[in-house]
């Protein structure tokens, strides 16, 4: 009733005027009454109709009509409908923003294909993943510009439990995983993941099992051949068995060493591992390493020292012992009989540099950036004659990571090699005389 009292009200009231001017001046004054009320209603209804559709034609320009009466209630109940749906239209246009925001910051190539496999939108990342521009190519058929087979079946497949494996189109170094979403009515989510690094960790997992067991392989042969022989052979020879167990035990420190060196990176990889610091004096462990290398090249070769600085460092003392007697190792392993192999301690452009030089075989340059991984050899039948376990280098690269400092590398072939620990210098220390440190052997004449 509370539309109806306003205007049942006016034509009571109108009726009323009528009825008195009827009994007062005749049925043609009432009538005339009437037709007038008519015409005025009528042009009021006209004008307001007017006002409403001007309104309604440019609501963002033209001011809402101000009237009383029942076209001012209707005025009123379009302008708070005008309102809500100003309203309801911001609040939708703010979490689209939010989403298209959202959708440029992920780091996954996203298109969102029609029925018909027509894109409606692509964020920036399916321009560097699947070379895709949402510019350019909304409206076009994903078909015609992803051309790839696998790909084309993939999407007629339409699974979406399914994941593809391919390169990126953009860019063959790149591996991508592509997965069908369902989004909307009839439409489909296409999503590009970058999975190159997994890919190359799931390699290297498998590459280096692979060495792992091939490393171990043949000492396990070996020795398990020759504990069959003593098994069976009862009237071997004391200097016969002899050999034979000394083959043995040289085979079984083969395998100790590899899963001494596994264990080693193990331990430097582990999160929870933290670098202890403590003060090295780099010049008596210098002397110290000097002296390995003569022990180790039992006289084959002539090893020297030059210690041209008395900077200490900070570090692990254990971890920097075991990354620079690798390096002093290998030179004596891979340097031939008669050879010069030189210890270097030194600072350089702030630096402090721990080199060691060999006149070795040398390694060609392409065979250099690969150095530091796992069991990579230059020459394998070469490396395990002479008993290295192809993880010395990598063991290496993660102590000086975890330094700071770096391993640098330069080699000619036919003449030789150096390799150069270089360490920041904010790890560097004047030199700290009456501090006993380390547990090196007194300071004498260089080797």
């Not at 009825?19 to 005339?32: D, K, P, T």
């Not at 409606?120 to 895709?132: F, I, M, Q, T």
């Not at 510019?135 to 399914?162: I, P």
């Not at 060495?211 to 051949?225: A, F, I």
């Amino acid at each position: 009733m509370g539309f109806w009292w306003r205007p049942l009200g006016v034509l009571a009231g109108v009726l009323l005027v009528a009825l008195f001017l009827w009994a007062g001046w005749g049925w043609v004054a009432a009538l005339g009454f009437l037709a007038g009320i008519q015409a005025f209603v009528m042009l009021r209804r006209l004008l307001q109709e007017y006002r409403l559709a001007r309104w309604l034609e440019n609501p963002d320009e033209v001011d809402p009509p101000d009237a009383s009466g029942t076209w001012g209630d209707i005025f009123y109940r379009l302008q708070k409908l005008q309102r809500r749906q100003r309203a309801s239209r911001s609040e939708l246009t703010s979490a689209l923003e939010q989403f298209e925001h959202a959708a440029e910051a992920v780091p996954d190539g996203m298109v969102i294909l029609s029925r018909t496999d027509q894109i409606e939108w692509c964020n920036p990342a399916s321009r560097k993943y699947l070379g895709l521009d949402c510019d350019r190519d909304r409206g076009q058929f994903v078909r015609y510009l992803l051309r790839q087979a696998n790909f084309l079946e993939f999407l007629d497949a339409a699974d979406y439990s399914r994941r593809l494996v391919c390169k990126s189109p953009n860019n063959r170094e790149l591996t991508l995983s592509l997965q069908l979403v369902p989004f909307g009515e009839g439409k489909k989510l296409l999503v590009a993941r970058d999975i190159t690094d997994l890919e190359r960790v799931d390699a290297m997992r498998r590459d280096f099992i692979a060495n792992v067991s091939h490393e171990l392989r043949t000492p396990l042969t070996v020795v398990g051949g020759f504990v069959e022989t003593l098994a069976d052979a009862h009237d071997l020879k004391p200097e016969e068995s002899r050999r034979y167990y000394d083959i043995m035990l040289d085979h079984t420190h083969r395998m100790q060493r590899l899963l001494d060196d596994l264990l080693t990176l193990s331990r430097l990889e582990s999160a929870d591992h933290a670098l202890q610091e403590e003060k090295v004096d780099m010049p008596a462990m210098a002397e110290a390493l000097a002296a390995e290398a003569e022990s180790l090249s039992r006289g084959r070769h002539h090893v020297s020292l030059r210690l041209e600085s008395d900077a200490w460092l900070t570090g692990n003392l254990q971890e920097i012992r075991s990354a620079l007697g690798n390096l002093v190792s290998n030179a004596v392993r891979y340097t031939p009989e008669g050879g010069e192999i030189t210890l270097r301690w030194r600072e350089q452009g702030g630096e402090g540099v721990f080199s060691v030089t060999d006149t070795g075989e040398g390694i060609a340059a392409e065979h250099i950036p690969r150095l530091t991984e796992r069991f990579y050899r230059v020459d394998r039948s070469r490396s395990r004659e002479t008993g290295g376990t192809g993880l010395g280098l990598a063991i290496v690269k993660h102590v000086l990571t975890r330094h700071g400092a770096r391993l640098d590398i330069q080699s000619i072939p036919g003449k030789g090699s150096t390799f150069s620990a270089v360490f920041p210098a904010a790890r560097l220390l004047p030199a700290l005389p009456g501090e006993n440190v380390i547990p090196f052997p007194e300071r004498g004449q260089a080797a």
